[in-house]
């Protein structure tokens, strides 16, 4: 057995079918296309969408830094996810990670290119996600206009995440990389039902870096500086309270 049908056989076994209760549905949140609303995400996914998905896909349950695929696959499948947070990341020339995207319950994943995964999947807690053939969302795309234009939203909503994340990287100082990536943990932990200014950091401080185009040592240096600054406290390893989100903004550089 070769490294890459290695790993899809510890993926297949990582991925365990489980029956959906009744309160996971699928879930997709993006700003809709119509005027007049006040730029918030909403549900996008209408009841009779959730139970056309539900009845072309299974929930599976992931368990920790387990694999749901991997860079050059074949994409079979796209997944919803309902609880539990995943990233992706590609592997550079050189060996290095880059980290391309943290995934949120009701996020997307499943990117592909000529029928391939561009990056990897893994999940970074343990996961609850629906597991959609491509094949047959296709199908449904074809006869839905209404789910088409909404995973189109979706898409839309991913762009600008991706665009915000190139301006991030782009800032000179890391405490500014560093804040606007924290405010931005905060605003999606937010809208996944966290609803205070205390969240977990569901990635390790690696990760940060190898998304932020930083080093680890960088990374612990600058969330000193901004809890010297009084921006946040660290109550845990990565139990984080933002304190003052002025402060926090004006290090993101985004007053």
Not at 161 to 184: D, E, P
Not at 221 to 240: K, Q, S, T, V, Y
């Amino acid at each position: 057995m070769n490294v890459f049908d290695k790993k899809i056989a510890e993926q297949n076994d990582a991925q365990t079918p489980v029956a959906p209760p009744s309160r996971y549905r699928p879930s997709i949140y993006a700003a809709p296309f119509q005027k007049g609303g006040d730029g918030a995400a909403v549900e996008l996914l209408s009841a009779a969408d959730q139970d056309a998905l539900m009845a072309i896909s299974q929930l599976v349950s992931v368990r920790r830094n387990a694999m749901l695929y991997a860079e050059g696959g074949e994409a079979k499948f796209v997944y919803n996810v309902i609880s539990g947070v995943a990233k992706t990341f590609q592997l550079q020339p050189n060996g290095d990670r880059h980290v391309t995207a943290f995934l949120f319950p009701r996020d997307l994943l499943g990117l592909s290119v000529d029928g391939q995964y561009v990056a990897t999947a893994q999940a970074l807690t343990p996961l609850l996600a629906y597991q959609i053939p491509v094949k047959a969302l296709e199908a449904i795309l074809e006869r839905d206009p209404r789910l088409n234009i909404g995973l189109l939203c979706k898409l839309c909503h991913e762009l600008r995440s991706s665009q915000s994340h190139a301006i991030t990287v782009s800032k000179q100082h890391a405490s500014a990389r560093l804040a606007g990536f924290l405010l931005w943990v905060e605003h999606v932990s937010a809208q996944s039902g966290g609803g205070t200014s205390e969240f977990t950091l569901p990635m390790g401080r690696r990760d940060m870096a190898d998304y932020l185009g930083l080093t680890i040592e960088t990374v612990s240096r600058a969330l000193n500086a901004l809890e010297a600054e009084g921006a946040i406290l660290r109550r845990g390893p990565r139990a984080i309270e933002l304190l003052d989100g002025g402060k926090l903004r004006e290090a993101a550089g985004l007053v």
